[in-house]
């Protein structure tokens, strides 16, 4: 895995905590789902870097 890689997972999943603490006050289900999210989108942006490179 390349260091951009690595950063855009990192991003994603500080990403989906981010919106996390939005959702956390109507149920710390959306939160956890967030971070899930944000974590697939980093992967996502993370198998495009790698198929670019």
């Known amino acids: 895995?390349?260091?951009r890689s690595a950063w855009a997972v990192?991003?994603?999943t500080m990403l989906g905590v981010?919106?996390?603490f939005f959702?956390?006050?109507i149920s710390?289900?959306?939160f956890v789902g967030s971070i899930i999210g944000?974590?697939?989108v980093g992967l996502i942006a993370a198998?495009?870097?790698a198929k670019n490179n």
Request: hydrophobic fraction near 50%; charged fraction near 10%.
């Open 18 to 20: 981010g919106v996390g």
């Open 47 to 49: 198998a495009l870097i």
């Open 23 to 25: 959702v956390f006050e």
């Open 28 to 30: 710390v289900f959306y």
């Open 38 to 40: 944000g974590l697939g």
């Open 10 to 12: 990192g991003g994603g």
């Open 1 to 3: 895995m390349s260091e």
